[in-house]
T-cell receptor, first 108, second 117 residues
């Protein structure tokens, strides 16, 4: 069975500090991994996906198959990054598994 | 263009009542997903459609839950004889599914918050 674990429920950093949101997964096949973000009073939206290997809003995430991790990183956090972040795993059968999310607060 | 829309946005039901939740996906999107999100948790997969075909309904928690997408566009999630444990936000997402594998980016609706008293 597939599973996504986000070990930190809450994460608080100061503006300008580096931030890392952890995500670990378990899945026997080739995973497709995503990070979704939900800003206050907005809907869930895609932040980035591992196959595109791009940086969005300064965030990057590298898939580490050896450690089964897909941690989200940003070198200098901004106040507007405060939001709920979800890591998600898709299989090739359409089923998506989400972690329980990490609430990031960036303090001024 | 318009995103995914869901109606109603809020629904209060008495225990035992039937409810129907509607999802209007982005026009032309092949795949449609339903999720249940309990307070403090991530979205939990319920079911997945590719056009009108329901390819996976393994996440539906009981036979009181039923989803349909008869013309491959609008979808309805129906919950019969609602129970208090059905209280949650129900999210709908659609995807263009360019790969044909159901792994494309999903675009989410605002959700329907269901409260069962």
């Amino acid at each position: 069975a597939q599973r996504v674990t986000q070990p930190e429920k809450l994460l608080s950093v100061f503006k300008g500090a580096p931030v890392e949101l952890k995500c670990n997964y378990s899945y026997s096949g080739s995973p497709e991994l995503f990070w979704y973000v939900q800003y206050s009073r907005q809907r869930l939206q895609l932040l980035l996906r591992h196959i595109s290997r791009e940086s969005i809003k300064g965030f990057t995430a590298d898939l580490n198959k050896g450690e089964t991790s897909f941690h989200l990183k940003k070198p200098f956090a901004q106040e507007e990054d405060s939001a709920m972040y979800y890591c998600a795993l898709n299989t090739n059968a359409g089923k998506s598994t989400f972690g329980d999310g990490t609430t990031l607060t960036v303090k001024p | 263009g318009a995103g995914v829309s869901q109606s109603p946005r809020y629904k209060v039901a008495k225990r035992g009542q039937d409810v129907a939740l509607r999802c209007d996906p982005i026009s032309g999107h092949v795949s449609l997903f339903w999720y249940q999100q309990a307070l403090g948790q991530g979205p939990e997969f319920l079911t997945y459609f590719q056009n009108e075909a329901q390819l996976d309904k393994s996440g539906l928690p009981s036979d009181r839950f039923f989803a349909e997408r008869p013309e491959g566009s609008v979808s309805t999630l129906k919950i019969q004889r609602t129970q208090q444990e059905d209280s949650a936000v129900y999210l709908c997402a659609s995807s263009p599914d360019l790969t044909g594998l159901g792994t494309d980016t999903q675009y989410f609706g605002p959700g329907t918050r269901l409260t069962v008293l």
